[in-house]
């Protein structure tokens, strides 16, 4: 709690991806998510900035805003942005 | 070599592993009239307790354990060839143990019954997930002096708070010593449910009935 | 001399001066390097370590910029599991309800389920409501979907598996037979887990995450190892692997990966055979000594964590929660002394992840 990117509220998600999926260490993940993103590192933590961000690209936030993507159609926007496969929207494709 | 270097060395046989000197040193002790009980307390014991160290420190692995157990075993009963008759003591103790019910992990628990079975007691063991009932129909029937319970798991460690009560309700909570153990239980929690002795290892656990036993 | 708040191994509050608590920090190092086989840490971040104990605010952060992730412990589970022992608060929704909680009331960076007990054993008899629920997660969230399971080789033993308990043959002096059970085990937890990866990958889930590995030792290990190193080969299957000890207990203790004998490793070693047999992620441990104060612990962990950062190429998210990493063994870890603990493993330790 007191040291967590607090996932789509920010882009925690976004970086346990990397390292999930490419083996990233920390600092690598989150200048490989900010460079994608076309932000910087102090950014990818700030819930204020990442709302924005979030929505402008698709890519699902916290807040259910009506309109916005969710889920599947969320993912499938994150697996374009980041570049990597993400099982589940290979699987809809 | 004085008594001290022949516990030392015997110690060190036990822990090596090497029966032939530990053989050889016991009769060369006993010939020179070193106290037979003290070879095993201060020799044997003590090399036991230090297998316990090193596996608790993660220095030797189960198999020597087991074997350093076999080895202690049986320098122990030619040690006790030269105890006369009336002085031999059957055990240092009767011990119940096991991992209570609903809770299946017994690797701890295993390893505390072979070391304490080296360090001369008798452990009477009730396996995994053990009815609570049977700890104390165990206790009673053997005359135990220690009952001990092991739980992994915080909703299964409720149990060793429930066999303290069953021993009382049995009347013989005050002629048995309880021992706990196992990843959640802590001395908060032995000072919690009363019991005697809270072990945080096998060679702990040793160390700690030895003490409670002779207090 | 003023005393500061601080805890026990247990949870217990107590009360210590400055130079108690740097004394604690001082031998909880030292018996990382002794005992964990580790560099001790710099003077700097022993004193960091003290600054972070001494401060008298309940709960501590980081930099932002320095903030982790977290792939957690089934925690999403936990709002319905009516279990203590597995933290379940019990409220009664069920497991893709609880998992949209964690993702989008708690901010948790995955999702994470597990069938009730998370033994693969277990498991592999209920795939069928697992991957109803993957499917379900795949449809409705946004975070990496991981699935958890344990191998928890106990189950293989009689009454539960086919096998005799390779504990009890040992302690019937049974070594060889003790051993050449394990070894016997090995394939079938292999197989076990490749079906359950098979299943989750197949309707959708980002990883699998194979929990407290070695908690039945070396060859629980051998088998978890050789369970990842075909998973990623064959179905391409990131995996996860969580440690259930600070050092893998050699209850075989010859049994080796690539050369390496498991039984005894240490976390910086068994990064390396970790990232050897495929895996992503490497979640090391460092039980907590209750006798000790929390200080003492973290201490010890921050130290062990830094060299496994060290010696590893992969993420390293260490085990931090009830009895592990320095959190106390207590049912509810007081966030004072989780989020010290949280804090010094991220900025002296240099931990990716929790």
Known sequence: MSVGMHGIRTAGDLVLRMQISKKMRLNEAKEYVAKKLGTDVYTLSDEYAMKEIREELGIGTINAVPGQPKGLKAKAKIAELLDIKIPCVDLMR | MSNEDVFEKLAECVVENDEDTGADLIGRAIADGVNPVEIIEKGLSAGMLEVGNRFEDGEIFLPQVMMAAALMTKLVAKVQEHIPAGEK????????????????????????????????????????????????????????????????????????????????????????????????????????IGADVYASNASDAVQKVREALTN | MSKIHTRMGDGRRVEMTREEIKAEIEDGNNNAATKGKVPSLTDDELDHLVDIFTTPERFVSVNPEDLVVMSTDVAPDTIFMNYSEYGGVGVPTDTVTAQMIAERVCGSDCVQNAFRGGNLKGTSVSIMQVRQDIEALAMNTIAPIIYTTMPNMGAYFKPDGPFDNCGDLMAAGKIKEG???????????????????????????????????????????????????????????????????????????????????????????QAKVVEESGASVYGPVVNTNTKKSVAWNVAKAAAVMKECGKQSNLPIHPNLGMGVCGAPMAEIPPIDAVSRAAKALVEVGRVDGF
């Open chain 3, 179 to 269: 051993q050449e059970t394990y070894e016997a085990i090995v394939p079938s937890i292999v197989k076990d887990a490749m079906y359950i990866s098979e299943m989750v990958t197949s309707i959708g889930a980002d990883c699998i995450n194979l929990d407290t590995a070695a908690a039945a030792g070396d060859a629980e290990f051998q088998a978890v190892l050789e369970a990842t190193e075909k998973i990623t080969k064959e179905l391409g299957l990131p995996v996860l692997i969580n440690m259930s000890n600070h050092f893998v207990m050699g209850m075989h203790g010859e049994v080796e990966y690539n050369g390496k004998r498991l039984a005894g490793m240490m976390p910086h070693d």
């Open chain 2, 89 to 192: 003591a059957a055990s240092n103790g009767k011990i119940v143990l096991g991992t209570v019910e609903g809770d299946v992990h017994d690797i701890g628990k295993n390893i505390v019954k072979v070391l304490l079975q080296a360090n001369g007691y008798e452990v009477f063991d009730l396996g995994r997930d053990a009815p609570l009932t049977s700890f104390i129909e165990k206790a009673k029937e053997v005359d135990a002096d220690v009952v001990a319970s092991s739980a992994l798991m915080t909703g299964t460690m409720a149990f060793q708070a429930d066999i303290e009560n069953m021993l009382k309700e049995a009347g013989i909570r005050d002629r048995v010593k309880t021992m706990v153990g196992g990843a959640p239980c802590t001395e908060h929690w032995r000072e919690k």
